[in-house]
């Protein structure tokens, strides 16, 4: 079979050219595949869930009879993540329709109830 000597020169550019493209769209184009999408978008929206809810556990903790004596003993827990699991265990952080406090929900509410005077 004769071939026109320009087409393998052609085929290797149309190779080496979807390559770059490939590469170049990746790179700086910011391209990228449907799971790393779902992946970017999962973040975000518990990011944005734990926005949310985070002034809610505050106002729930806020809200109590004895705020202000659970407040002392909140302020008087030193690590942050002792401070957490005094509002996980305290159950500000369980939402209503869950069984069991979101950690992430506790560390909002914790940071939110630390800057409280």
Do not use: Y
């Not at 799971?35 to 869930?49: D, F, G, I, K, Y």
């Not at 002392?72 to 939402?95: L, N, R």
Request: charge should be neutral; include cysteine; charged fraction near 15%.
């Amino acid at each position: 079979m004769n071939m026109h000597p320009g087409i393998k020169p052609a085929l290797w550019g149309a190779v080496i050219g979807a390559i770059a493209v490939t590469i170049v769209g990746f790179s700086w184009l910011g391209w990228t595949l449907g799971s790393t999408a779902e992946q970017m978008a999962n973040t975000r929206a518990e990011a944005a869930t734990v926005a949310a809810l985070g002034p809610v556990c505050a106002a729930r903790f806020k809200a109590e009879a004895d705020a202000s004596i659970k407040l002392a003993e909140f302020k008087k827990i030193s690590p942050s993540w002792d401070q957490q699991s005094f509002i996980e265990k305290g159950g500000w952080a369980t939402m209503p329709g869950t069984d069991k406090p979101n950690a992430a929900v506790a560390g909002a509410c914790a940071e939110i109830l630390d800057k409280v005077t």
